[in-house]
DNA sequence: TTCAAGACCTAGACTTAATCTAAACGCAAT
DNA sequence: ATTGCGTTTAGATTAAGTCTAGGTCTTGAA
């Protein structure tokens, strides 16, 4: 998580100070899908004087640089997500956590023929639960 | 939107209260999906002592009868949805707007087939805009 | 009819997520 | 050294939602 991550962030037109280095480090790397405050707690670990308006901030900004994308799926939760392409979701309804779910795992038919609607994306939200095996393996 | 509603109301097990018909008169019939503060503003123009808590709390009882559906769906916003059968989601990327789409209007293949995971529900949410079209029809 | 008992409602305090503000900081170019 | 600019900071502010404690309304039994 050193030069690397800096140079990702610079990759993307983003100064790497430090602080930017260190929330990069945690949220690009994570398969959860954490909520701000909750990169705010795991970053401050390592990182204790950063403060809540840079976290927001940051996230903000790799949001807007394409480097993460954001979501609110649940509880009115707003998460993050190191998974920039297209995938689906799983929502397990015990624990709340999100699952990815592979775009080619499902396949959504008569999407063309929406009349009256222009489609520019989409995605599927599943509930239920995981079974341990999902849990692992996430 | 009188008497009609005082017996769906009864129906579901809930005493019709003046604030709760005038809450149901509402939110019951629209097709919009409002937030809480959306539903607050409204009733107040015909009933101005209604308190904030007794919308969240009313909203929050329609929930647990199964009278209203609850989802956040876009920026963080908890909405309240009087269409209490299986649907999906159109979401105006421009408006906010969100428009029901017929169960039957699209399909989702390969459900079964998730490894690790127990399904309960699941439903399409779609982005993009609106044509005029289906907004008059909306 | 009266009048508790319980259900219901209310204003306002509180909590939490998120943004805003204004000052301070850090570093590079002059 | 001085300036300037991008970045960070603490704290104030806004907004969604819940909670509390007391007041009001309904109801049904005496
Ligand atoms: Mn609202
Ligand atoms: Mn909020
Ligand atoms: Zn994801
Ligand atoms: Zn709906």
């Given at each position: 998580m050193g030069p690397r991550t800096a140079n990702l962030l610079r990759d993307a037109g983003i100064q790497p100070s430090a602080q930017r280095v260190a929330v990069a480090a945690y949220v690009l790397e994570t398969c959860d899908h954490p909520t701000a405050d909750q990169v705010w707690a795991r970053v401050r670990k390592s990182f204790p004087m950063i403060s809540r308006?840079?976290?927001?901030?940051?996230?903000?900004?790799?949001?807007?640089?394409?480097?993460?994308?954001?979501?609110?799926?649940?509880?009115?939760?707003t998460v993050f997500d190191a998974n920039v392409g297209r995938h689906h979701h799983?929502?397990?309804?015990?624990?709340?956590?999100?699952?990815?779910?592979?775009?080619?795992?499902?396949?959504?038919?008569?999407?063309?023929?929406?009349?009256?609607?222009?489609v520019r994306e989409y995605h599927v939200v599943v509930r239920g639960r995981a079974k341990s095996a999902a849990r692992r393996r996430a």
């Open positions: 308006a840079t976290v927001y901030n940051t996230l903000n900004l790799f949001v807007k640089k394409g480097l993460l994308r954001q979501y609110t799926l649940a509880d009115g939760k799983f929502i397990d309804e015990r624990t709340g956590r999100i699952y990815d779910l592979p775009w080619e795992a499902l396949s959504v038919a008569k999407l063309d023929s929406l009349d009256g609607f222009e």
